[in-house]
């Protein structure tokens, strides 16, 4: 897809009232459409959802709510677990602003509209023998939605994704597109590399990309005690390999870590055969997890089969790295993931593994990665902590299913997480379930002033906001709260 062209400023002005609500009419959805995110936790009922195909489209949207003030918000495919992408408002969906629009191979950069999902990024990197430098669990989210939140991977030398673009453009609330980078309006585009879409919307990025690699994972399966038998050794075991990630069934007392080397490109791609017991409980797994929601009592043995099954498995394979960085995320889940200074971390591992050890509410496994530190303002992997100045962050991720999208009891134990991981100077990764309040934001992010010293700089009015920035960032549970949670927004969970 080529470059689209950007409506001049001028001519958005001049476009009356009644010919903008017009025009815009074209790419608006049925009143009646409700949109839910990918795990079925949320289901939003905006006052209006936009699909606009181009940028022009876009910029009229904006103008319309501006000219309204009305709140609207862009939204990628809604993989976000928690109601970050919603809008009592309007919600412009982007996937419709999508496509590599040019890969420079010297240069080692790619151009892609805000919209376009990762898989599609990744696969036309790979005919360019070009490759993402890190990708999380999954690439079936839009590049925008990924950079609003700092998605991560997991890897001692490997920042969030965010850290990885070079240059955007983005559409403010005046209507206007501009340009940004480290040296073109930087501070926009700091805030936009975390921005929970309160910035503006992103319409296209230039990212920095890798030689195309392959991988040889290595998977180890030991004990928590050996795993976690001296601070140094544990360290050690994030350092050896270049991209290493844990998973942790701490009933059944098992670490199973990953670790994963650079391969030759011409490197065999090797997989192993999945024993029939795997096969067998990933098919018994969801009516295991029903059983275990009324005789919560089977949840070590459950554990155990896990752990028997899948997870405590020495393996090895070779694949591209797409191929390694992603996997199947499996069954519809609530999931809270928080970041830890990796000096802080194995004291928080330790005391989570006290309260773990017995806790049948818990579902497994709990992920464990790493990243490097950054300086993007809002980042949970931002460097400065209190007065400390830290180098990497350790991420950890609970879970807890929903068999076959029944509800389920999670707010207990993800308070109880939740409270473990504040501890150690935890920050909540921001597209998943938190409590955090705009105090305890405030008092962890020393970058949250100039955070919104840039929105009120570039929406005065504040129409890129919603009610989880409200919530999370400026105020105490308000009446926009209150009112979204019961008439738009509805948590299925209790
Ligand atoms: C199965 C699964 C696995 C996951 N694995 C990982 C992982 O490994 N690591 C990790 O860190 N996260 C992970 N996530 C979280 C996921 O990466 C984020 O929720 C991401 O934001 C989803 O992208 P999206 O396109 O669905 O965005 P949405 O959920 O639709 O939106 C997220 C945010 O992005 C903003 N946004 C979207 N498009 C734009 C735009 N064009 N301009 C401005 N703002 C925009 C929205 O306003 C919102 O604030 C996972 C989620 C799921 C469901």
Redesign the pocket.
Known sequence: MAMQEIMVLSDLKKISDEQLEHRISAFQGTPTHKLQ???RTFEATPERIYTPHTIADTQLIVEAARRARVRV?????????SD??CSEGWIVI??G?AGVISIDKEDRTITTH??TLLRDINQALDVNNLAMPI????S???I??????????SGIDHH?MSSYVHSLS?LVASGEVLECSRTLHPHLFNA?LC?????????SVVLSVEEKFNLHQVTTAMSFDEYTSSPSSWLDRWRTAPYVKAFWLPQTGGVSLMQSYKAAQNTEKYQPQAPVSSTLFSFLLQPLLLVKRYVPAIAPLLSHLAWRCVFGQHQQRTDTSCNIFNMD?GLLQY?T?WSVPLSQAYECMLELNEWLVDENDVDFPLEV?ISKADDILLSPANKHVGNQVETHFM?IGLIKYKPFNCRVRYRRIFRTFEDILRKYNGRA????HSTQTPQEVGEKYSGLPKFMEIIHKYDEHGIFL?P?IDRHLICEKGDTYRHFKTHQVEAFGF
Do not use: Y
């Open positions: 995110n990918w795990a918000r862009a939204m990628g495919v809604w993989h976000s677990p970050l992408a982007m996937s602003i805000s919209g990708l999380g669990s999954i079936d989210q839009t925008a939605g990924c950079l609003a939140t700092a998605t991560h991977g969030c983005i936009t921005s929970l879409g309160a910035t503006g919307i992103i319409l995320c999931t993931e990665r991420w990764h921001w597209a998943k919603n989880f």
